[in-house]
Structure formats: structure tokens, C-alpha cells
Nanobody, 122 residues
Framework: QVQLVESGGGLVQAGGSLRLSCAAS????????MGWFRQAPGKEREFVAA????????MYADSVKGRFTISRDTAKNTVYLQMDSLEPADAAVYYC???????????????WGQGTQVTVSS
């Protein structure tokens, strides 16, 4: 099992930026991919971005392309999500996930963080 701890959420004005971090510990050798998902009140959990841990392959949801950047520090077992040009529609609880498959489907991920709240004021 992999333990994930997110940080970096908060309140920001529209057009602003936030950087989320997710530190992994435990059986990190089993990680093949890490992803970010988000869930707003009354909505389903949706894919934001994912990174293939060893090769660095990256994919994004269309809604965040050009505004969000996912990256990783393999030495620290940490994944980041740089969020720029934030919009009110980006407000949600953001979850970090780790799993054996590089995917944009949340059920493909085995381990999840506790979530961090991102609030964007208009």
C-alpha cells in the first residue's frame, strides 16, 4: 500500500495560481502512475492529470490543458500540480492517487490521499 499526503490547497482569486503537492510513502516501488482528480459538490470525481512515474509521460483533461502542469520528483516520491489561470469552475477537492496503471480512470488507481480543498473566488 502507498500512503499519500496532499498539501497546497487554499483560497485564490480567479486568474491566480496554486501549487499542490503529494508526497508518497510506503510501497512506492509498486507505483506506475500518479494522478490528480477532483470532485466538486454534487458532481462526480473527474480526471485532471496523470504522470507515468518512470517515463514521465503526461496527460491532461481538456479542461485544464494549457493551465495546469503536472510534474514529479522521483527522489522525493512527490508529484506536483501547478495550477495557473484558475477559474471558479476549478474549485473542488483535489485528490492525489497512485496505482499500477497509467490512466485517466479513477477506478484504476489503488491508493488515494485525503484530498485538499481548492476554492476560487470570482
Amino acid at each position: 500500500q502507498v500512503q499519500l499526503v496532499e498539501s497546497g490547497g487554499g483560497l485564490v482569486q480567479a486568474g491566480g495560481s496554486l501549487r499542490l503537492s503529494c508526497a508518497a510513502s510506503g510501497r512506492t516501488s509498486s507505483m506506475r502512475a500518479m494522478g490528480w482528480f477532483r470532485q466538486a459538490p454534487g458532481k462526480e470525481r473527474e480526471f485532471v492529470a496523470a504522470i507515468y512515474w518512470s517515463a514521465g509521460l503526461i496527460m491532461y483533461a481538456d479542461s485544464v490543458k494549457g493551465r495546469f502542469t503536472i510534474s514529479r520528483d522521483t527522489a522525493k516520491n512527490t508529484v506536483y500540480l501547478q495550477m495557473d489561470s484558475l477559474e471558479p469552475a476549478d474549485a473542488a477537492v483535489y485528490y492525489c492517487a497512485a496505482g499500477p496503471v497509467y490512466s485517466d480512470i479513477w477506478s484504476r488507481y489503488d491508493d488515494w490521499g485525503q484530498g485538499t480543498q481548492v476554492t476560487v473566488s470570482s
